[in-house]
């Protein structure tokens, strides 16, 4: 059995340990020029994981070592560097590999992954550790490409373009956002920022580890294990208490966000224009201590003028037009990009076109009509309250849970059975209807539902995907005869 994993971020990196581990050859293939997914691509100034750090990382990889409680994005890529050069992962690594197109070949029972370049890597697994936030999303804004001056994504920060003295835009206002205005605010002569949708915004318990507590972290690894415990059982309390449908702790949340909105803007206009009309949680609560602030300079104006277009100039609103030097989009990302791979199943089937807006994967990892394929963190495993980090290790286990039954059977392809997959929807649709995502449009969601988030704990979903029910849920075959699925 061989696999091959498309992505090298902190997925695809926890995904070729456990198979390493395991025994199991792997590939890994990655498109950009180093390791890291989105902890290389952003670099923008301010650019930080609202997770506390010694939640974000590996469970099974303590880093001691981190400098704050909430970590800054060169100190979570120097991490995941670490991480891959101590347990040899990057020899496994084909940097600057662009997948083209996933086949599975049903004669040979292997997928075949051709690049850009006209490799072809074959498997007999195909993992898909991409996620869902790696495509930058731009605003569909007639004449954004004869914009005059100098444009680019926050995803694709250019910091060659010297801001200082610059009339600026910023289009967006939301988790990159915030960590950016205030220190574009800074330097730019003139700033505008264009918010379409408020969010509700909490201050950020963030500061310094002193030496003497990180010196006890090394020193006693199970101070560190209790504290991360500590971090994560809160976070789950939060989201009990607080991401359901006019819940009391969401009533608790809209007044600590007033208090903190009033507490930093003193002009009641500027404040009611940043109150959101939604209940808190909705979508995603923003952590920060200096955005508000930064929007109370002289230099900076908030803007919630409908934009119709983007002239050579700059952005042009319903009500006037406003020039600018330097044009920022934090816009976020595409959320369906899953969809955008080029991966065939048995018969020609594409992924792209049977998901449409619509992505279903059985516990957001497998789909019917595609054997051995996984996906990590794909359809409905985002979280709104969590770390991630949580998902993407239950979800390697199950995966080398599923491959290790495999190996042991006769046969040579898994594949979830239909019925699983519309009986997991069937109780997920349900669960999702009550909980506070389903009250205000958002990312999340589209005209077909919640496609994004787990609509539970990261307890509950540990439960679920602890042991794969191979007998219920997946049909393996491709042997000398159809088997049925040993259990676990």
Aim: proline letters at 7%.
């Amino acid at each position: 059995m061989r696999v091959v994993i498309v992505g090298a971020g902190m997925s695809g990196l926890c995904m070729g340990l456990k198979l390493k581990r395991a025994g199991i050859p792997f590939r890994i293939l990655e498109k950009s020029p180093q390791l890291g997914g989105t902890w290389w691509e952003n670099t923008y100034p301010g650019c930080a994981c609202d997770i506390p750090s010694h939640l974000y990382g590996y469970s099974f990889a303590p880093n001691p070592d981190w400098s704050r409680v909430f970590p800054p994005q060169p100190e979570i890529q120097a991490y995941v560097l670490a991480f891959a050069e101590k347990h040899g992962l990057v020899e496994a690594i084909r940097f600057g590999t662009v997948v083209r197109e996933a086949r599975y070949d049903e004669a040979r029972r292997v997928w075949r992954l051709t690049t850009t370049g006209g490799e072809v890597h074959e498997a007999e697994v195909y993992v898909s550790a991409v996620g869902a936030l790696h495509e930058p999303k731009y605003p569909e804004l007639p004449g954004r490409e004869d914009f005059a001056g100098e444009a680019f994504h926050t995803a694709r920060w250019d910091a060659s373009v010297d801001l200082r003295g610059k009339r600026v835009g910023v289009i967006g206002n939301a988790g990159s956002a915030v960590q950016l205005v205030p220190h574009v605010a800074e330097q730019a002569e003139r700033l505008y920022v264009f918010q379409r949708t408020a969010h509700w915004v909490l201050p950020k318990a963030d500061a310094p580890y002193p030496a003497w507590l990180r010196r006890m972290f090394r020193a006693l690894p199970l101070l560190l294990l209790l504290y991360r415990w500590l971090i994560w059982a809160r976070l789950e309390v939060l989201y009990l208490l607080t991401f359901t449908k006019g819940s009391r702790g969401s009533r608790y949340l809209r007044r600590l966000t007033r208090k903190h909105l009033h507490a930093a803007i003193a002009d009641p206009q500027l404040r009611e224009t940043l109150t959101p009309r939604y209940q808190p949680g909705c979508k995603r609560i923003l952590l920060t201590n200096d955005y508000y602030p930064a929007l109370a300079r002289e230099n900076v104006e908030l803007v919630t003028d409908p934009l119709r277009r983007i002239d050579p100039a700059g952005p042009v609103g319903e009500a006037r037009d406003y020039p600018v030097d330097v044009l920022i989009y934090a816009t976020g990302f595409d959320p369906l990009a899953w969809g955008q791979l080029e991966v065939y199943g048995r018969g020609g089937r594409h992924l792209g076109s049977e998901w449409g807006q619509s992505p279903r994967a059985h516990l957001g990892m497998t789909v019917p009509g595609y054997p051995n394929y996984f996906l990590l963190l794909g359809p409905n495993t985002g979280l709104g309250h969590n770390s991630v980090m949580w998902m993407v290790e239950c979800q390697v286990n199950y995966v080398v849970q599923c491959l290790q039954a495999l190996r042991r059977s006769s046969g040579s392809e898994l594949e979830v059975r239909e019925e699983a997959l519309e009986g997991y929807y069937a109780e997920i649709n349900e669960q999702l209807g009550r909980s506070v995502w389903s009250t205000c449009q958002s990312w999340y969601r589209n005209e077909d539902g919640i496609f994004a988030l787990w609509p539970g704990t990261t307890t509950r979903y540990w439960w679920r995907t602890r042991r794969p029910d191979l007998r219920r849920d997946f049909v393996i075959s491709g042997g000398l005869s159809e088997t049925p699925s040993p259990g676990l």
